[in-house]
């Protein structure tokens, strides 16, 4: 097997230690200088004053989710920034201003304990949901600790179960019984920093005692167990993942045997009552060829018994994907596409098949999320509406029946001077890729409007349309454009999408997104010196491979929680878990192609480069601020226009709290805005 050519010593290696003194004086001295330019303008604070207003408001919406008798909700405003942990009655939502019972308020405990817990969610123990499992991290980082909550006295259960601090958790079986996954200890891990091995716990033993249930290898990314509570049909399952995308999933019986679902391991596998649903990834040949991106469904009971008699539910064309289903107590609904469109349909199981049917009501533009109320006790559905102009609804729909509007987000910018457009950019290969662009109506094509590109490309996640008061009133109303490019990589047309941009075909994702560029510029929208590319996470190492590779098309560039240097990224926390979608470094012919779109490592000192802007969290435990830390310095020392700025807490989402998010989102806009702006005010 051929070997890499030798690698010279990293310089910057020693950024990778997170906490060292070393690494944390020069954060601190790089935050210092961005504090410093960027955060005395009079337009920072504005921005910073008018994102903290909106998302404090207590005219959002406050999403629930129904358990037992009560509709329960996590809330974050001025007066509670770490949040509330409360809930009321159906009867008491529907109110404009409902009261609330608090069960937990997080600022309280935090003072308490002198900690700084950030919410994680919390598991109810049916049939009396007296009992929860709460997960708390410490500043929003993955890994978490998990407690035994009373819902009756509001009170921790002394004694109760509790985890300690690490990725993994804990689930119900019954009210003495808990499935675990968690770090048992040494070589209880994957190299992907999460859980191999997963037990079961009893009430009143020790975790050491904890049942070996099932046990993973080494390379697996994740092992989990799960019990199925859903009256009449209380199964309990084991799930192997090996990668995203790549999972085998198991039904335990009572004497502890796995049985397999027989099943490609890149097909979604969910069980509901009798039903097994399978979203397929790739095409899969029985008697006749299922196609990639199909839903299929068959008897859970027949299917384990060896039968194949699928039902198709759902089968793609050219311009639409499925994008997500739920159940609701008599029905399937389903959640499609259309050329990233959102269009909801129904789909009844009967005794002559499925029969399909519209979804009454469902609106016929915009982005449409629908999530059941209760699938065990009704067909109602909560019934989210938005786009980029239109405040975002949450309406209860019964199924058959039409909406009722129950909230509505309030209107953080005037929207009525600007307008949504859908186009079509040709990538290099001559595949088109749709983009949305918000402007004001008014717009003059002379290529001077400040447009900011944002991005992601990744992971089959789809970016849909969806209302932001933040880049209203920080973009929008300052007369920027704002354009969401739906490049592949992405989930907006499926997996066919998603796959066309894997490993070797990774810098499909980089053309379609800098053909999006120049179509702006072509139409007079924009133009270099105007332009900013955004992105987060995957979508971060989008915009460090704009900065290293279309340095010409952009004005500014702003790379958040990123990855960039992917020779190393799988040594990095969760990074082994990407290998099927990057590719291994360790290979020598998966690093020829992996080192084309290495930031890192294509940065040429000769070059010249936007200014940059690179935005991490020091408590980041998925993918490593390492990653922001080496490139930004290793720029700095050429003589770069780096800008740098790293959260101390936030985790993967950069921020624990309101304050840390507006305090974040003012100085993007803040940097973008004096980059890319002809005023420069």
Not at 130 to 158: I, M, N, P
Request: hydrophobic share 40%.
């Amino acid at each position: 097997m051929p070997t890499l050519p030798e690698t010279p010593i990293d310089p910057y290696l020693w950024l990778e230690d997170i906490d060292s003194t070393r690494s944390l004086d020069w954060v601190q001295a790089q935050n210092l200088k961005t504090e410093d330019r960027l955060a005395r303008s009079d337009s920072f604070k504005q921005i910073k004053a008018d994102v903290l207003e909106m998302l404090d408001s207590d005219s959002n919406i406050p999403h629930v989710n129904k358990v037992g008798a009560y509709y329960y909700n996590f809330w974050m405003d001025a007066a509670h920034p770490r949040g509330l942990w409360r809930r009321t009655t159906p009867a008491e939502y529907r109110k404009a201003q409902p009261a609330w019972e608090t069960l937990l308020d997080l600022d309280a405990l935090n003072a308490a304990e002198g900690e700084n817990w950030v919410w994680h969610g919390a598991d109810y123990l049916r049939p009396d949901y007296q009992r929860c499992l709460l997960e708390l991290s410490r500043g929003g980082a993955d890994a978490g600790v998990t407690r035994e909550f009373d819902l009756a006295s509001k009170t921790w259960v002394e004694d109760g179960f509790q985890l300690p601090e690490s990725k993994g958790g804990l689930g119900w079986i019954d009210r003495d019984n808990v499935y675990v996954f968690t770090d048992f200890g040494e070589g209880s891990m994957t190299r992907s920093g999460y859980p191999r091995i997963a037990k079961q716990w009893q009430r009143g033993t020790p975790l050491s005692a904890a049942r070996v249930v099932y046990e993973g290898v080494p390379d697996d990314m994740y092992i989990a167990a799960m019990h199925d509570d859903t009256p009449g049909y209380e199964r309990d399952f084991v799930s192997r993942t090996l990668a995203f995308y790549n999972n085998e999933l198991y039904l335990r019986g009572n004497d502890g045997r796995l049985s397999k679902i027989d099943a490609p391991n890149s097909a979604e596998k969910s069980v509901h009552k009798d039903w097994l649903l399978l979203e397929l990834r790739e095409d899969w040949a029985l008697d006749e060829v299922f196609v990639s991106g199909s839903l299929l469904a068959i008897n859970f009971d027949r299917f384990m018994a060896g039968q194949r008699d699928f039902e198709v539910l759902f089968t793609p064309t050219d311009s639409t994907s499925l994008t997500g289903f739920i159940w609701t107590l008599n029905h399937l609904v389903l959640n499609v596409l259309d050329h990233v469109k959102s269009r909801l349909s129904v789909l009844t199981p009967g005794a002559n098949g499925w029969q399909h049917s519209p979804f009454t009501g469902a609106p016929g533009m915009g982005t449409v999320y629908a999530r059941a109320v209760d699938s065990d006790d009704s067909d109602a559905v909560w019934l989210v509406t938005t786009d980029y102009l239109t405040p975002t609804t949450l309406a209860l729909a019964e199924i058959g029946q039409a909406p009722e509007v129950l909230k509505t987000l309030p209107a953080f910018f005037d929207s009525s001077r600007h307008v949504i457009e859908q186009q079509f950019a040709v990538s290099r290969d001559g595949t088109r890729v749709p983009y949305f662009m918000v402007s004001g109506k008014d717009l003059q094509l002379d290529g001077a409007a400040p447009t900011l590109l944002y991005g992601y490309g990744g992971f089959e996640v789809s970016l849909t349309p969806n209302y932001s008061g933040e880049v209203g009133r920080a973009w929008l109303s300052k007369g920027g454009v704002y354009v969401v490019a739906n490049i592949r990589g992405g989930g907006e047309y499926g997996p066919r999408w998603h796959q066309a941009a894997l490993k070797q075909n990774r810098g499909r994702a980089y053309e379609d997104f800098a053909a999006v560029a120049r179509d702006l510029i072509a139409r007079g929208i924009t133009s270099p010196l105007h332009l900013g590319a955004e992105g987060g996470s995957n979508g971060g190492l989008l915009t460090g491979n704009m900065l290293t590779q279309y340095p010409e098309l952009f004005g500014a560039i702003v790379s958040q929680v990123p990855l960039l240097d992917m020779q190393r990224y799988h040594h990095l926390l969760a990074g082994a878990s990407w290998m099927e979608e990057y590719g291994n470094p360790d290979v020598p012919e998966e690093w020829a192609y992996i080192q084309t779109f290495s930031p890192y490592h294509l940065f040429d000192p000769a070059k010249v480069y936007p200014p940059v802007f690179f935005l991490t969290s020091t408590r980041d435990d998925r993918v490593h601020p390492g990653h922001a830390r080496k490139l930004a310095a290793k720029m700095i020392e050429a003589g770069k226009d780096v800008t740098y700025y790293e959260n101390i807490e936030g985790g993967h989402g950069g921020a624990a709290d309101n304050a840390q998010a507006a305090h974040m989102s003012a100085l993007v806009y803040r940097f973008l805005w004096e980059k890319l702006s002809a005023s420069r005010d």
